[in-house]
């Protein structure tokens, strides 16, 4: 194995245990097991394990209902809406030919996120939202109109909404304040500047901050973190994504949370404690458990 394929070093452990607010257990290596076992030596005590699609979606469930530290959260990602109406195979393409039956199609996938949001074990619907960056115009209406599904679900099931936001800040925003968001709502690896955190600060829209606010040009991220309110922070990994600094590029687990939540920090002057203290209350919050 190679350096960059390593997994990096266990970090100095947390004093104050958190939670990885979002994670995806199922693309990483090793078992469940091994990930929390590693997890909780590092102080990250708490996982939200994130479905994309179906099967991931039933696989958070199940992991969640077998496993007290993880909670899961379903749903259709902003790019598999496009995929089941397009009829396109990867789900990435910016093309695609409309399949007959698609919108059925997209219909009968929502219904089993439904039946699934009700579940005890499901604390959130997510992720959900736009993606610009990967869908083109003919992706549009089946992401905004997945989007817009997922936010009834999660109100009518008391569930919190876990938002994807790529390149699509403005009608994100738009669309939760048509639809009324659900008293629960999280920006999942939070994208935007410090103008717009103050918006979700307005609206009580929880930030979530992955291992990209350590990336050298994310001077912006540092910003928005800097004004967004302390009590609507979390961390997250969106792992085997978004490795922190120093260790871009190699794979990510929740264990290395603690990298994050120190950069965290020092970005809000205050002590490695103080800022574990808040992600902890206000994960829990957030996700309701």
């Known amino acids: 194995m190679s350096s960059k394929d390593a997994p990096p070093p266990l970090p100095e452990p947390l004093g104050v245990p958190v939670a990885d607010s979002h994670t995806h257990l199922d693309m990483q290596s090793g078992t469940v097991e091994e990930a929390l076992a590693k997890a909780a030596a590092a102080g990250v005590d708490t996982v939200v394990q994130v479905g994309c699609d179906l ?3 039933r696989w958070a469930a199940e992991t969640a209902a077998a496993h007290p530290q993880v909670h899961a959260a379903v749903a259709l990602h ?3 809406a496009p995929r089941i109406v397009l009829g396109d195979p990867d789900g990435w393409s910016r093309q695609g030919a409309r399949e007959a039956g698609g919108d059925a199609a997209l219909d009968d996938a929502l ?3 439904d039946r699934l949001a009700a579940l005890p074990e499901v604390k959130a619907v997510g992720e959900t939202g736009l993606d610009f960056f990967r869908t083109g115009p003919e992706g549009i209406a089946a992401q905004e109109r997945s989007f817009r599904a997922h936010i009834e679900i999660a109100k009518r099931h008391g569930k919190a909404l876990v938002i994807h936001d790529r390149e699509a800040h403005d009608d994100v925003l738009r669309i939760l304040a ?3 968001a659900p008293e629960r709502t ?3 690896c939070y994208s935007g500047d410090a103008g717009m955190a103050r918006i979700c600060a307005d609206a009580g ?3 979530s901050f992955a291992g990209n606010v350590t990336f050298k040009n994310a001077q912006p991220l540092r910003d928005a973190l800097a004004v967004a309110p302390l009590d609507l922070v979390l961390v997250e990994t969106d792992a085997p ?3 922190p600094v120093p260790y871009r590029g190699r794979p990510n687990a929740p264990y290395l949370v603690p990298i994050t939540v120190r950069a965290m920090a ?3 002057g205050i002590d490695e404690e103080a800022m574990s203290t808040a992600i902890a209350v206000n994960t829990a919050r957030a996700f309701d458990y």
């Open 266 to 268: 020092r970005v809000r």
């Open 55 to 57: 099967k991931g979606s």
């Open 178 to 180: 048509e639809e009324g």
């Open 241 to 243: 994504f978004l490795t």
């Open 78 to 80: 902003p790019n598999e």
């Open 205 to 207: 829209y929880h930030m």
């Open 186 to 188: 999280v920006f999942h």
């Open 111 to 113: 219904a089993e996120i």
